[in-house]
């Protein structure tokens, strides 16, 4: 089955720097890719996704970039803000009736 | 993800008992999901259901049992033979199969006195 690993498990940055967080997926079927952002004690949301029939897509001060020949995919925040501070899954669908696999987490702290 | 709710908030089980944490949703969606999350850790998934009166096994499912009788509703029971129930769980849904984005509701923590 599908296997997620995201990098890194914690990222610190100051405030108004970029945030790059990295995932690998292993089943070359894989076509839906999302990102959830999960702050203390909340429920995770989705912030950003991206199908395997587009490279990149960006929504303001987030983007995502994937790779299909290398089987990863990238979450991209720019002039981070406090507000930012969150732990970030990212995930990858496998077979169509199986649930996403979800990457283990990385915390983000945002330096002010 | 406002059209999924979860309760109760908090709830505390006893040594022995068996708890029901309940999942509901508005948005008229096939699949349902719970997952449990343990502090400083990722997302576990314990069962999903594609469709009623239908379940799966997720990666823990052991102690725990499900039941998928109207679209709108999938509750979780932990059981007395799950030994360390303490987490937060986590239900969520989608439209259909995993090319759909998931929604999350608010959660419950489960404690055990």
């Known amino acids: 089955g599908e296997n997620v690993e995201q990098h890194p498990s914690t990222l610190s940055v100051q405030e108004g720097d970029s945030a790059v967080i990295k995932c690998t997926y292993s089943?070359?079927?894989?076509?839906?890719f999302p990102w959830y952002k999960q702050e203390l004690g909340k429920r995770p949301q989705l912030i950003i996704d991206i199908r395997s029939n587009v490279g990149e897509k960006k929504d303001q001060r987030i983007a995502v970039t994937l790779n299909k020949t290398a089987k990863h995919f990238s979450l991209h925040i720019t002039e981070t803000q406090p507000e930012d501070s969150a732990v970030y899954f990212c995930a990858a669908n496998s077979r169509s009736n199986t649930p996403l696999v979800f990457g283990k987490g990385t915390r983000l702290s945002v330096i002010a | 993800d406002g059209g999924i709710t979860q309760s109760p908030k908090y709830l505390f089980r006893k040594e022995g008992q068996n708890v029901t944490l309940s999942c509901e949703q508005n948005?008229?969606?096939?699949?349902m999901y719970w997952y449990r999350q343990d502090p400083g850790q990722g997302l576990r998934l314990i069962y999903y259901?594609?469709?009623?009166?239908?379940?799966q096994k997720g990666d823990i499912a052991e102690g725990y049992s499900v039941s998928r009788e109207k679209k709108e509703s999938f509750p979780l029971t932990v059981t007395s033979a799950q030994k360390n129930p303490t987490a937060f769980y986590l239900c969520?849904?989608?439209?259909?199969?995993?090319?759909?984005?998931?929604?999350f509701g608010p959660g419950t923590r489960l404690l055990v006195l």
């Open positions: 969520a849904s989608s439209i259909g199969g995993a090319q759909e984005t998931q929604y």
């Open positions: 089943d070359s079927a894989s076509n839906y």
């Open positions: 259901s594609q469709i009623v009166n239908d379940f």
């Open positions: 948005l008229n969606h096939d699949a």
